[in-house]
């Protein structure tokens, strides 16, 4: 269609409305702040901390940093180890809160309280009580012992596990809640007719449970994965980073390069977890948008 | 009234053997806290589990700002206060009309930015606070509140978007045309039909974006320095600095900023457990 000029009005090619009608329009417009959010918040500062880490000199200079060499271990013991032991007891605890009891009912309301309160106030809470001079635990084993406790956070081994710990406390309530959600799913005429043959419970778990909650078991896992390398605070909050920034993550190691002003390093130990993140994010993205 | 067989004994015995542990699990670092707001300085570092003279006189002293760390203690909770309701309310805006146009107004385009919106709900958190950080420079935005609220809105609406599309989904498409054919324009079938069925969601989605922006420690402690411009959790974090950091008013102070969210998990709990699992994972 040729453009038609009708006194000072110019129409560029065919009139929208033949293209889009009146509600796609209004789609495109009630688009646009999420898109503008996006644009601006999420592309242009992911784009720009890429140019920033571009230069090799970076990867050099994690490659000789122990302290690099340590946060990415430390992230795959929290990874590997914290992650499972977590969901393993998210898992069991299951199918305790799914039981038909009163009190189990009110349990599970107080149970959820470390995911709804803050992680400054209740970490801070837990480091001193690990705290080796005026901690309620070294006060406790002195009580009943009288040696002095262990200095818990001194300890690299130690105050790392302890920080999976944090990591544990507050996570757990919301991971099982998600797979008691994947339980109460589950047909009970199928528990029925396993009673009724004499199933023993692990028989019962076996066949009837773990199969119906393999794949919700599986996607928690890897969404808790991906959730748990951006979780600064476990750490942070607990021991800083120290003893001698041997607790790092990468989510923390990645703050402190920024601390110091060294945003290249922070952008390149960042960009260091990519290979492993990505594959995590594809897999996850291709599970929800089935 | 009929007695327990052994074998219900039993069991029973069994569940409280897993919900002791559970229950002292869960409570002890919550319990910790509350101890050292009510103890005395003494008491709270002699380990006492229950302190000899409880007191509220700590409350009182966060309360009438009688510390060098508490000077702007009001201030910092209205910041903290401002700041969430303003996410919350910026996500709901944001997150409701980009469902609505990608699950009721079926726009060209609406699956790939439901795809971006959840991408990045998986990028890491704290790794995306780094390139954050700079850009908020780059905006001239930090230490002012925009700065965090844009990047919590930024951080809650991909969730909020996701969660927002499938209750969306759930509507009956009916009642779209049902409304159309009464001549109900595209911004009154938003008001006046869809709106008012999502009721349930935005309630779990504002919840969840406001209660993540109060309890954020991260962005705001990179965002925000001005003592005046800060918001609770960092003023927490600062208490640290301190050699002899007051420990007693600091958990005093966790405890009354630790509250709010409690309180609001509780009121609305009915809506977030089934909005909010319901959105986490699809299976």
Known sequence: MAITLSGDQALPGPPLSSRLTTAQAWGIVLLAPYLLVFLAFVVYPVCYGLWLARAPENYVALYHDPIFARAAINTLIFLVIGINIKMMIALFLSGFFAMQRTWIKWLSVIFILPWAVPSIPTILSVRFMLNPEWGVINHLIFSFTGDDGPNWLNDPTVALSMAIGVHIWKSLPFWTLILITGRLAISHDLFEAAEVDGASWWQKFRFITWPSMQTLYVTCTLLSMIWTLGDFNSVYLLTGGGPADLTHVLATLGIRYLRLDQLSLAMASIVCAMPFVLPLVYFMMKRLSR | ?283
Do not use: C
């Not at chain 2, 009929?2 to 069991?11: A, D, F, Q």
């Not at chain 2, 609406?110 to 995306?128: E, K, M, Q």
């Not at chain 2, 905006?139 to 969730?159: C, D, R």
């Not at chain 2, 049902?178 to 938003?190: E, H, K, Y």
């Open chain 2, 1 to 283: 009234m009929k007695l327990p067989s052994l074998r219900e004994v039993g069991t029973e015995a069994r569940l409280l053997l897993i919900g002791i542990p559970v229950f002292l699990w869960t409570m002890i670092p919550i319990y910790h806290m509350f101890l050292f707001a009510i103890s005395p300085k003494e008491d709270a570092f002699s380990g006492k589990l229950w302190p000899d003279h409880p007191t509220l006189h700590n409350f009182e002293i966060v309360f009438k700002q009688q510390h060098y760390f508490l000077r702007d203690f009001y201030i910092q909770f209205w910041n903290s206060t401002v700041i969430a309701v303003s996410v919350g309310v910026l996500t709901l805006f944001i997150a409701t009309s980009a469902a609505f146009a990608i699950s009721r107004l079926k726009v060209p385009g609406g699956r790939a930015v439901l795809n971006l919106a959840l991408f990045t709900y998986f990028i890491p958190a704290a790794f995306l606070a780094v390139p954050m950080y700079r850009t908020m420079g780059n905006y001239g935005l930090l230490n002012n509140h925009w700065s965090l609220i844009l990047a919590m809105v930024t951080i809650a609406s991909p969730y909020a978007i996701w969660v927002l599309k499938q209750a969306s989904d759930k509507l009956p498409v009916e009642l779209d045309e049902a409304a159309v054919m009464d001549g109900a324009t595209t911004l009154q079938i938003f008001r006046l039909v869809y709106l008012p069925l999502m009721m349930p969601s935005l309630v779990a989605i504002g919840t969840y974006a406001v209660l993540l922006a109060w309890n954020e420690y991260l962005y705001a402690f990179l965002l925000l320095s001005n003592d005046r411009e800060i918001t609770l959790p960092v003023a927490l974090g600062n208490f640290l600095a301190a050699d002899d950091s007051p420990w007693e008013l600091l958990m005093t102070t966790g405890f009354i900023y630790a509250l709010p969210p409690a309180a609001v998990y509780y009121a609305f709990r009915r809506y977030m457990v089934g909005g909010l699992t319901a959105g986490a994972v699809k299976s």
